[in-house]
C-alpha cells in the first residue's frame, strides 16, 4: 500500500471481500512460484533477455490460476473477469521477479514473495471489507451473510469505482497520519 502499486486492480476488484481474497490467492501464488522459477534460473538467464523470460515465466503461473479458477470456481472467476489474466502485467509481481528473485536464493525469494502476497491480499481484503460493508450493508461470502449492518441504508458509491478511490484515500490518509506520528516520537 505505501508503494501504491498494483492499483488498477485493487480498485477495481476490492468491492468485495470474496473478491478480494480470491485475487489475494491468486497473486500470492504467481508471487511466489514466479520468484522460486526466476531465483532458481537466475544465473543461466541473459541479461539482455530477461524480462521477457519473466514475464514468460509469470504467465506461465497466471495461466495455471487462470484456468484453476474458471474450473473450481466459474462464480469468482466471473466477477473478477479480465483481472486475473492482467496479473501477468501486474507491476508487483514483475518488479518483485526483477528487484528480488533475480538477485536472491531461492529461499528468499520464496520468502520475499510469500511475504509480498500476504501484504497485497491484507490490503485487498481491509478495502473489501470497508467498501462491501459501508456499500451494501453487509458482508457475504460464498452466499452467506457473515455480517450485516441491519437497517443501515448504504450508500451504494462505496462499491464503484469512486468508492474505491474514497476508501484508498482515506487508507492512505490514517496510514501517513501514523508515520508522521511515529516520526514525532
Same mark, same amino acid.
Given at each position: 500500500m505505501v508503494l501504491m502499486v498494483g492499483?488498477? *486492480? %485493487?480498485?477495481? &476488484? %476490492?468491492?468485495?471481500?470474496?473478491?478480494? /481474497?480470491? =485475487? !489475494? /490467492? *491468486?497473486? $500470492?501464488?504467481?508471487?511466489v512460484f514466479s520468484n522460486i522459477i526466476i531465483s532458481a534460473i537466475r544465473k543461466y538467464t541473459p541479461n539482455q533477455i530477461r524480462i521477457p523470460i519473466f514475464i514468460v515465466v509469470i504467465a506461465s503461473f497466471v495461466t495455471i490460476v487462470d484456468l484453476s479458477m474458471k474450473a473450481y470456481f466459474p462464480v469468482v472467476y466471473a466477477r473478477l473477469g479480465v483481472w486475473i489474466p492482467l496479473i501477468v502485467v501486474n507491476c508487483i509481481i514483475l518488479a518483485r521477479a526483477e528487484g528480488y528473485a533475480y538477485t536472491n536464493t531461492v529461499w528468499h525469494s520464496f520468502l520475499d514473495g510469500? !511475504? =509480498? !502476497?500476504?501484504?497485497? $491480499? %491484507?490490503?485487498?481484503l481491509i478495502m473489501g471489507i470497508i467498501r462491501e460493508t459501508l456499500g451494501t450493508g453487509r458482508i457475504v461470502m460464498f452466499d452467506k451473510t457473515l455480517f $450485516?449492518? !441491519?437497517?443501515?441504508?448504504?450508500? %451504494? &458509491?462505496?462499491i464503484f469505482f469512486p468508492g474505491a478511490f474514497l476508501t484508498f484515500g482515506c487508507l492512505m490518509a490514517l496510514l501517513n497520519r501514523y508515520n508522521m506520528r511515529k516520526k514525532e516520537q
Open positions: 492499483l488498477c *486492480a %485493487s480498485l477495481a &476488484i %476490492s468491492n468485495r471481500v470474496e473478491n478480494g /481474497i480470491f =485475487m !489475494g /490467492i *491468486a497473486a $500470492t501464488f504467481v508471487l510469500l !511475504g =509480498m !502476497g500476504v501484504g497485497y $491480499t %491484507s490490503v485487498l $450485516t449492518l !441491519g437497517a443501515f441504508n448504504p450508500p %451504494s &458509491i462505496f
